[in-house]
């Protein structure tokens, strides 16, 4: 079993940062994708960015330029710089992990990390 866990998520003001990490942890791990995900009250699910197994990083719209999405193979870590945070950022910040899990390929999940954009 692939374990997925989230930390960095918090409060802060309008116009801040904010610093997330996701680690997966397992037996022999072979990391494709990573990315987050996030979900607003009352909204869907949406994509935020990407970070490829060849290190191709893909945005939403509402987030380019402002959110820098990152990976560490060698610690099997995946992070996300969010600046110039909005309230419009308020979401609950999901981490999905690509991975082959000895001959199995699956997508793992963490848990979610609350951010809070608020003054």
């Known amino acids: 079993q692939v374990q997925v866990e989230e930390s960095g998520g918090g409060l802060v003001q309008p116009g801040g940062s904010l610093r997330l990490s996701c680690s997966a942890s397992?037996?022999?791990?072979?990391?494709?994708?990573m990315g987050w995900h996030r979900q607003g009250p009352g909204k869907q699910r949406e994509l935020v960015a990407v970070?490829?197994?060849?290190?191709?990083?893909l945005y939403a719209d509402s987030v380019k330029g402002r959110f820098t999405v990152s990976r560490d193979d060698a610690k099997n870590t995946l992070y996300l710089q969010m600046d110039s945070l909005k309230p419009e950022d308020t979401a609950v910040y999901y981490c999905?992990?690509?991975?082959?899990?000895?001959?199995?390929?699956?997508?793992?999940w963490g848990q979610g990390t609350q951010v809070t954009v608020s003054s």
């Open positions: 999905a992990v690509d991975s082959f899990v000895g001959r199995g390929f699956s997508r793992f």
């Open positions: 397992g037996s022999s791990l072979s990391i494709g994708d």
């Open positions: 970070v490829t197994n060849g290190q191709t990083q």
